[in-house]
């Protein structure tokens, strides 16, 4: 058997297991297994990054900077867009075949005991996320590795990946989502979210909303954990369009860093690399020790962010984008109007049923000249028809299309029919996945232009 269908193997026992979504606080269960394999967690240094939008790009720019200092790096971050390999990224790449068949080899035996005990218990056996994480920490552990940039797959203090010790804890902006499972306020989301605060810990965050600036200072002062804030202690000063990306001109906690190139587009996307910038200098010095100017070029340089503002396709331009709830989709609609200089765009736009497609669509109104609904590959995802309905009750133009395949041909048509028009794909994680492997399949970069 070869290393990729050994790695495939693993991803289909992975599979049978209670799916991503299933969501129970019981983090004690991935702790158990852990403890069983000696805690491979503990084994290298942390950045946990938790938050409601821009989790990946700034956990991406965070694992560029350290990469450029010479540490050796790993990166996990949920879900991938087309190959599970690539929610593990050791020094940039995504972790070898063999490397995830290897570790699961070692974590096998003592997924059986403690599926055994919970089992005895009557509780559920491990899941898909209990397990990835496990799968993860021993991989990196193996690889090994100097620092982990580890993304929470969802809220914070119950997390399976909150049982690695972060020296460095990061927000992202805090929002309303996953309401059903992490509280239906900003301040209760922000609550299980600030769990991963850990003792003596470095916090840094994005602007948040008084509710939840008030929640992270409260558990900041509880686990006497240092603490910035984007605009009081660092700070994005300014931003200029630049091509391929931007100029941008940073505060950190303790340096400055002025006109550096950063290769991805969209307000935002500063933001986080201002974010980035702070974490990087809390790990590296404390907070006060500054990035020197090369590493930080190099660093920002080789930052990337597949499926955000994503350039999948030219003649027409199509670009793709995950924006998934009304916070992305806002940010997006601010790059596109911010960065870009196209007449039209024709949206193709598919959403998962548990997510708020009507504040998306509210969110993105004012950006296509036509919206090609479709549904993304999942049994979650949202009916076409009433996606359409939605859409065409904010007042948009919409045809309904049964898969993404024949809304982009549909999509790139439309764009083809006059000058100064493009195409973004949106909507879901899911979606820009398939849009990725499309654009790969059928050469959107090549000469296969209408």
Do not use: C
């Amino acid at each position: 058997m070869s290393d990729r269908d050994r790695a495939d193997a693993v991803y289909a026992e992975l599979l049978t297991r209670q799916g991503e979504q299933w969501v129970q606080p019981r983090v004690e269960r991935t702790a158990r297994v852990l403890e069983l394999l000696d805690d491979p967690q503990r084994t290298y240094r942390v950045i946990h990054i938790t938050g409601t939008n821009g989790k990946t790009s700034t956990a991406r720019t965070i694992e560029s900077l350290l990469r450029a200092h010479g540490l050796r790096t790993g990166l996990f971050t949920s879900p991938h867009l087309v190959r599970f390999t690539e929610r593990m990224l050791v020094d940039g790449e995504p972790i070898a075949d063999a490397a995830v068949a290897d570790a699961w080899d070692e974590i096998a035996p003592f997924v059986g005991i403690v599926d055994a005990e919970l089992a005895a218990k009557g509780d559920a056996a491990l899941t898909f996320f209990e397990l990835l994480t496990v799968l993860a920490f021993v991989a990196f552990a193996d690889a090994p590795i100097d620092v982990l940039v580890l993304e929470v797959g969802m809220g914070g203090s119950w997390d399976s990946t909150n049982t690695a010790d972060g020296d460095v804890a990061v927000f992202t902006p805090i929002d309303l989502d996953h309401a059903d499972r992490l509280g239906d306020t900003i301040e209760k989301i922000a609550t299980v979210k600030a769990g991963i605060i850990k003792d003596g810990a470095a916090v840094v965050s994005a602007r948040q909303t008084p509710e939840a600036e008030a929640v992270l200072r409260a558990a900041a002062a509880a686990h006497g954990a240092s603490l910035a804030f984007e605009g009081a202690e660092f700070a994005l000063v300014s931003q200029q369009l630049a091509v391929g990306g931007q100029q941008v001109t940073v505060r950190g906690i303790s340096g400055s860093y002025d006109d550096v190139y950063l290769p991805l587009y969209g307000a935002h996307q500063g933001q986080n690399a201002a974010l980035a910038i702070a974490a990087v200098e809390s790990l590296i010095g404390g907070g006060g020790q500054s990035i020197a100017d090369d590493i930080l070029t190099e660093g920002l340089a080789e930052a990337t962010s597949p499926g955000r503002l994503q350039l999948i396709g030219i003649e027409p331009t199509v670009l793709v984008d995950a924006g998934h709830n009304p916070h992305g989709a806002r940010a997006l609609a601010s790059a596109l109007r911010e960065s870009f200089d196209f007449d039209e765009w024709g949206l193709v736009l598919g959403v998962l049923g548990d997510k708020d497609a009507a504040g998306i669509i509210d969110a993105l109104r004012e950006i296509p000249a036509h919206v090609f609904v479709t549904e993304p590959e999942s049994d979650r995802a949202l009916e076409a028809d009433v996606l359409a309905d939605l859409v065409e009750a904010a007042g948009l133009r919409a045809s309904v299309h049964p898969n993404l395949d024949d809304a982009a041909e549909s999509a790139r048509d439309w764009a083809a029919e006059a000058p100064r028009r493009a195409v973004i794909i949106v909507g879901s994680v899911v979606l820009a996945g398939e849009a990725i492997r499309l654009a790969e399949d059928e050469d959107w970069k090549g000469n296969t232009a209408r």
